[in-house]
């Protein structure tokens, strides 16, 4: 899932990001109020990771932005302001969770697999396509009860598929869930983690189907694993 964190501390920034990036999700960092109100209308997001103490535009001040315009992406806030005032009212502004620095990694990764349980699934712990069987938070896969063996890319790529289940995704919807703005994904990458998936979910009955012109498609048809485009 592809995740904007919005942090000032440059070595708070970096431990998030490794933390994220090594669970398998695209991360964007900004380090400015303004830029991630930016960001926030540019890019699609699955979740915010929000400092509240940021220059040029004040945490609370993009959390309240991004819910005037009507986006419901989970938000959690992560601030060294812990009165409890203040954490009643950026809850009240839309933060679906709250966390106080210093934290535990372990604690914030826990809290974000919360977030994108919720949001991910549709609700849901896991996600089935036929024999296909998700677990997006958890980032792990099954094909019957047998464990399916994938690349952080890979995942992400079966992911992004799979959030939209019976729907055309396109090369540039794909690349965008697959990178950050810090490791660009080329067309030659994509079509390389496509090939991979494909042999992977070879003979498990759902497969990625090449629409012509269009993106990909997964879908429950076992010739759609073989197929070449």
Known sequence: M???LAEDDASIAEGICASLRQGGHAVDRVAAGNLADAALHDHDYDLLVLDLGLPALDGSEVLQRLRNRGSGIPVLVVTARDGLPERIRVLDLGADDYLVKPFAL???????????????SQGKPELVIGRLRLDLPGHRAWIDQAPLELTAR??????????????VTSRAQLIEALCDW??????N?????????RRKLDGSGTGVRTIRGLGYLL???????????
């Open 106 to 120: 372990t604690e914030f990764e826990a809290r974000v697999r919360a977030l994108l349980r919720r949001v991910g």
């Open 182 to 187: 810090d490791q660009e994904l080329t067309d």
């Open 154 to 167: 890979e995942f992400g790529l079966l992911e992004a598929l799979a959030l939209r289940p019976e729907r």
């Open 189 to 197: 990458g994509l079509d390389i983690a496509i090939h991979r998936l």
């Open 219 to 229: 879908e429950e048809a076992s010739v759609s694993a073989r197929d070449p485009g």
């Open 2 to 4: 592809r995740i904007l």
